[in-house]
Every structure is written in structure tokens, then in C-alpha cells.
């Protein structure tokens, strides 16, 4: 919640957006848009942001025995473009599931989201605009880190011919980065109604509504982007049902998932297992998968 205020305070913008890089407290102070700045628990943050890495403490050189606050490379992370993510995280809602936890291993029932807010999350997006506004902006973060990887590495978007149908695409940001680079190809972003109906307007990118659980629109190639995570596994192979009717003779079907699988070990371990407590509390039955999984679900669903 340090990180949060310093996010909220703009404390890295602040700081990136200086020529040093580097601030002293009442630099920073003067930058604030507050009507009654409060110098010493502003210390107390940024103090404990230095500890935990966000920021450095330099010896300054112009005052000898005073120090600045630097910005480092996790406090780059957190300047406006990039910190959605962690307004999404950190939000009330998102973690009120949280505590209700340890009542799902218990007891079964409702899911801790559910049990936490009397809904489940889909629902909750649909009934409050702005928090489907913060989700959504959230997701459009995350996956930005995502979709920058993905654009990198994967080169098979080049010979589909025809339609690409991002299926629960959200805003439609991925979509909409994938037909920047592959031009040739007709974006679509399948998503709920209410969900389409509060995207912006992308080049190259058709926003339609419907319900991935009923159909999906005729496609030559279809995403499904951190998607199947959210479902169990009957929920999982209906929508790959939908897919599979919804593709031609040789049509392409691209998932990208985290794949659990212990021998991809790497720096993201930890993560990984904590968006799978994510999903536990944030969904009815979804998690983190396996490859084999994936293929096994995929075999179920006719693929
Ligand atoms: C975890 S987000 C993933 C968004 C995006 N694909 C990404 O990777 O950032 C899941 C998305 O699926 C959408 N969704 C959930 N249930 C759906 C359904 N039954 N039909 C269509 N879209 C759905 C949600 O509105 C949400 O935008």
C-alpha cells in the first residue's frame, strides 16, 4: 500500500520526468498537488520505498550531509503508463476475495469473490461502469508487457488470411496492437455487450458483441489471450467447442496461457503461483495450467 500511495502521489512520474532523475524531499514536495503538503510522512514514504528498492537515497552534491531520492528501474515501472496494473491489483474489490480465502478451503460454496461482494466478478463489471473502467484499464497494462513478448517472438499472425477474432479481448488493446503490425489482417474483439460497448474506437478493429459460452463469430484465426484461465475445465472446453465450430478446415487457434509446467522454471515462478491464487479468489474454477493440461482439454473439446 506504500507502493500505491507513491503511485498515487505520482512520486515516479515525478521523478522520471526530472533531469537527475533524482529529487530531494522538498523538491518532490513542491511538485505535489496537495492544499496542505505534509513533509514528514512524505519522508516516512519515501523511505520505505527506498528500502523496498522503488528508489535510491543519494548523498546530494550540493548539500553536503542532505540526500535526494533516485529513481531506479522498478520505479520506471510505476510511472502513469505503466501503473493501471497496480491500481487493478491493489483495488478493494479485486482483493475483498482475498479474505475469504481460507472459508473456500474450508466450506466449498460461493467463491471468495462471490462470498465477498454476493456476485460473481463478470457480474460486478456489468453493474458498476467504473470498475469495469479500472479492470479493464488494468488488464490493457498487464498485458501491454504481455503482448510486447508475444509481437516479438511469435511470427505465425503473418499467414492468417482473413479475420483474427480476439475472443474476450477486452478494450480490444491486443487485438489492436496485432493489426498495427499485421495490417492485412480484420481485427475483431469479441467481448460481453456492456464490455464492447465501453471499448474505444480502434483502427483496423471491429468491436461484437456476444457471450463466448454461446458462440463466437466466424474467424480464420482466433485469440484467446489469458482467457481459459478463468474457467473450469467444462466451462474451458465449451468455449474451445465454440472456437473449433467457429474456424474453417486448417483455421489457427492461438492461446497464449501461463503454462505451469514445472520444468519452465524462470524468473516468473513466484508470480505465476500468485496469479493462480488470483484466479482462486477472483473466479468460479479458473487456474493456472500445465501444457498438458491445455493439450488434454484441447483433445476433449474435438481439437
Ligand atoms: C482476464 S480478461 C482478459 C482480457 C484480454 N484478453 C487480455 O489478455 O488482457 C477476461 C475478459 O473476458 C471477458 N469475458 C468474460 N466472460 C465472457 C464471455 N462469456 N463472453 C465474452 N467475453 C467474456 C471479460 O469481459 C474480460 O474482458
Not at 21 to 37: D, F, P, Y
Not at 65 to 84: D, P, R, V
Request: proline share 5%; glycine share 8%.
Amino acid at each position: 500500500f506504500g507502493i500505491k500511495a507513491a503511485v498515487l502521489l505520482r512520486i515516479p512520474d515525478i521523478l522520471s520526468d526530472s533531469l537527475e532523475k533524482s529529487m530531494s524531499l522538498e523538491e518532490i514536495a513542491a511538485r505535489l498537488q496537495g492544499t496542505n503538503i505534509q513533509l514528514a510522512p512524505l519522508r516516512r514514504l519515501l523511505d520505505y520505498l527506498v528500502v523496498k528498492k522503488v528508489l535510491l537515497k543519494i548523498q546530494s552534491l550540493e548539500v553536503p550531509g542532505e540526500f535526494k531520492y533516485g529513481s531506479t528501474e522498478l520505479c520506471e515501472m510505476l510511472t502513469e503508463s505503466k501503473f493501471a496494473r497496480l491500481l487493478m491489483l491493489q483495488d478493494e474489490v479485486v482483493t475483498s476475495g482475498w479474505h475469504h480465502i481460507h472459508e473456500f478451503i474450508l466450506h466449498g460454496g460461493e467463491v471468495p469473490f462471490q462470498r465477498a461482494q454476493g456476485m460473481f466478478i463478470w457480474d460486478y463489471m456489468e453493474k458498476n461502469p467504473e470498475f469495469l473502467g479500472l479492470f479493464s484499464q488494468g488488464m490493457v497494462a498487464i498485458s501491454n508487457v504481455t503482448m510486447d513478448s508475444v509481437l516479438q517472438t511469435y511470427h505465425g499472425f503473418d499467414e492468417i488470411r482473413g479475420v483474427l477474432v480476439d475472443v474476450g479481448g477486452g478494450f480490444g488493446a491486443d487485438i489492436g496492437r496485432v493489426v498495427e503490425k499485421y495490417p492485412h489482417i480484420a481485427g475483431v474483439n469479441y467481448e460481453l455487450p456492456h464490455v464492447a460497448h465501453a471499448a474505444p474506437a480502434i483502427p483496423g478493429v471491429r468491436h461484437v458483441r456476444g457471450d463466448m459460452m454461446e458462440n463466437i463469430p466466424p474467424a480464420d484465426a482466433i485469440l484467446l489471450k489469458t482467457i481459459l484461465h478463468d474457467f473450469d475445465d467444462d466451462e474451458v472446453i465449451l468455449v474451445l467447442q465454440n472456437c473449433y465450430k467457429a474456424l474453417p478446415h486448417g483455421g489457427k487457434l492461438i492461446i497464449v496461457d501461463i503454462d505451469m509446467d514445472p520444468a519452465e522454471r524462470g524468473p516468473f515462478e513466484s508470480l505465476k503461483f500468485a496469479f493462480d491464487l488470483v484466479l482462486l479468489a477472483l473466479t468460479k474454477g479458473g487456474k493456472e495450467r500445465t501444457s498438458v493440461q491445455f493439450t488434454e482439454l484441447l483433445t476433449q473439446a474435438q481439437f
